[in-house]
């Protein structure tokens, strides 16, 4: 089974403050993806990337950024953490773009106070 | 640009019962669709999908038709229960060729069983 692994559960961190998600995905896949998820917004693309060193903008990009140095990690980057990004997020991975067979991690719940 | 629309929750329903959860999209051409299941503190799985007009996806007992004409992907199930406790997301996908965007998610629906 192909596993993608978020390295945090949960994290806490204060305004401000430069914060890592890493992702990691065990399948070769070519494809990568952030989301986020909030209550009664349901999931939304924040980047992707098709390939290493290769990234697009999802829907709302804003205040983040990502990095693929290597085929099997997608880290999510907030430069400057705010409150408004207090959220549920969840990394995927697929061989295909199309959404055939999305593997998701199990989320990090990050809370920024 | 493309959107699901799916009904809001929590719903809930008694062991045994029968189910449908309501989804309904826009898209630009002919996209893929998908029902995700998220079970409590864990991230999402793919329950089924239908990839053209008229395709059934079914798993676990749950089945959704993919009818171009009302653009709708409904997902039943005859008897469900407990353990179907969840959020369920549906979602579509476009691909054009040059590469798709990821999935468009609808904002989930909280389906809560009772015994």
């Known amino acids: 089974d192909v596993k993608v692994t978020q390295s945090s559960r949960y994290l806490v961190k204060r305004t401000g403050e430069k914060v890592f998600l890493e992702c990691v995905q065990d399948m070769d896949h070519e494809n990568m993806f952030w989301y986020r998820q909030d209550p009664g917004l349901g999931l939304r693309l924040i980047y992707f990337?098709?390939?290493?060193?290769?990234?697009e903008k999802g829907d709302i990009p804003e205040g983040y950024s990502v990095s693929r140095e290597k085929k099997e990690r997608f880290s999510l980057i907030l430069e400057s953490a705010s409150t408004n990004q207090t959220s549920m997020y969840l990394c995927?991975?697929?061989?295909?773009?199309?959404?055939?067979?999305?593997?998701f991690g199990s989320g990090t719940r990050l809370t920024v106070v | 640009g493309n959107s699901v629309t799916q009904m809001e929750g929590p719903v809930t329903l008694s062991e045994e019962a029968f189910l449908t959860i309501n989804c309904t999209y826009t898209?630009?051409?002919?996209?893929?669709l998908f029902w995700y299941v998220q079970y409590p503190g864990e991230g999402l799985q793919l329950l089924l999908k239908a990839t053209k007009a008229d395709d059934k996806g079914s798993n676990k007992g749950f089945e959704a038709t993919y009818r171009k004409e009302t653009t709708s992907f409904h997902l039943e199930k005859g008897s469900v229960q407990v353990s179907d406790s969840a959020v369920y997301f549906c979602a579509l996908s476009m691909y054009s060729g040059g590469g798709a965007d990821g999935l468009t998610f609808g904002k989930g629906t909280h389906l809560i069983i009772q015994p």
């Open positions: 990337s098709y390939d290493v060193k290769m990234k």
């Open positions: 995927a991975s697929s061989l295909s773009r199309t959404g055939r067979g999305y593997t």
């Open positions: 898209a630009t051409g002919y996209p893929s």
